[in-house]
């Protein structure tokens, strides 16, 4: 393998000295980019784009072209693995994500079968070695998976939800039904996150995009307990290097002492907690990734660098910041407004790391 030439992400996870602070998007491959709605056009829709290794390279390397950003994320979405257990995925226009077909009894979650990521979901491996192929060591790779809440909210409802109310009513009403999907989700995410770092991913994220709907005990059960089992089966060591991992809970701020106790190597956080705050918290113990509200980006390039600067300073001086944005870019953003942002913390952070 290429000697990686950029490793500023990967020490910052470690919370190990860096010349300035990283940064990276959530999202940065995606609509808002006229280059990436070029090349889904090609592919046809979003799915058949996901399962193409060479134009997911090509997306996933096309926001590097445009900015300075210290990672790479895999083209891929979290909803890849209840599509390989047979739930049929598809995507309708402006309607997000779909299934054909739903999980809400013990005879739906019996008949999940278990995963073999690597030949289940090839396609997702093939694109992770072609990316670090075409990388050549410019920056490191991130790979990801959903956590067992987020897509088992998605895999009950059948599609994206206001109120999550199936997911809800079968933990409620039937809490070891839920558990029995929990499990079965935590080991195929294991698996899946196992194999994206056999083939190449240099660090890794879970999304608990839906954590944060959850009431304290009921995060700590059914989401949070099944990160842990995960972090806990994770190669942490591959290629000579350590593998951060990530965990991400959106609207997880309250949250974060317990979080820091899985052993994960970094939170993200959203833009509800303030980082310093965050910092002072569990920065002893994990770098912290985030946290400027996306919708900043739709103000102007000097608010911006505004923003990007009071954060700067909120979260201090030293390593172990990982600049972000709070959850994914959204698609009606001016590609100059997110290289301004990319931009003010390149030019910015280098005074805290003197
Ligand atoms: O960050 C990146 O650039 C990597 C790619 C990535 C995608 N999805 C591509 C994508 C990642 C990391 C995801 C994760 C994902 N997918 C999450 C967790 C993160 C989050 O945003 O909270 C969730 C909840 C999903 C499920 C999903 N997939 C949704 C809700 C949607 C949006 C539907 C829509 O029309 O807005 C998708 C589709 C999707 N995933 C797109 C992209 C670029 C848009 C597809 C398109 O129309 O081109």
Redesign the pocket.
């Known amino acids: 393998m290429t000697a990686l030439k950029n490793d500023r992400f990967l020490r910052a996870l470690q919370r190990q000295p860096v010349d300035r602070t990283p940064v990276w998007m959530?999202?940065?491959?995606?609509?808002y980019l006229p280059e990436y709605r070029a090349t889904?056009a090609k592919a046809g829709d979003?799915l058949s784009l996901c399962k193409n290794t060479e134009l997911a390279c090509e997306v996933t390397l096309q926001p590097l072209e445009r900015y300075p950003l210290d990672a790479a994320?895999?083209?891929?979405?979290?909803?890849t693995i209840p599509d390989a257990m047979g739930l049929g995925l598809y995507?309708e226009t402006?309607e997000?994500?779909k299934f054909r077909n739903t999980v809400r009894s013990a005879a739906d979650v019996e008949a999940l079968p278990s995963l073999k990521a690597e030949t289940d979901l090839d396609y997702v491996m093939a694109a992770v070695s072609a990316i670090r192929e075409a990388l050549a060591g410019r920056v490191p790779l991130i790979g990801?998976s959903?956590s067992p809440w987020?897509l088992a909210t998605y895999m009950v409802e059948g599609s994206?939800s206001k109120d999550f109310r199936e997911a809800k009513r079968l933990m409620y009403s039937e809490p070891k039904v839920m558990h029995a999907l929990l499990e079965k989700l935590a080991a195929a995410v294991t698996d899946y996150l196992n194999a994206q770092i056999r083939a190449g991913a240099q660090a890794v994220q879970i999304?608990d995009?839906w954590g944060g709907t959850l009431s304290s005990w009921a995060y700590a059960e059914f989401s949070l307990a099944y990160m842990k089992k995960i972090v806990d089966g994770l190669i942490r060591h591959h290629d000579g290097r350590h593998v951060p991992v990530i965990l991400f809970t959106?609207n997880g701020g309250q949250w974060l002492e317990a979080m820091a106790e899985t052993g994960a190597d970094a939170l993200g956080l959203d833009w509800t907690t303030d980082i310093g705050n965050a910092r002072a918290r569990v920065g002893d113990r994990v770098a912290l990734q985030g946290n400027m509200d996306p919708s900043m980006l739709y103000a102007p390039p000097e608010r911006i660098r505004q923003e990007v600067a009071d954060i700067l300073s909120r979260y201090g001086e030293g390593s172990g910041h990982i600049f972000n944005l709070g959850?994914?870019i959204t698609?009606d953003v001016d590609p100059e407004n997110a290289g301004a942002f990319i931009r003010a913390v390149c030019e910015l952070s280098g005074d805290y790391h003197r």
């Open positions: 959530m999202r940065q491959a995606g609509r889904r979003f994320i895999l083209f891929s979405d979290i909803l995507f402006g997000g994500p990801f959903g987020t994206s999304f995009t959106k959850h994914g698609p």
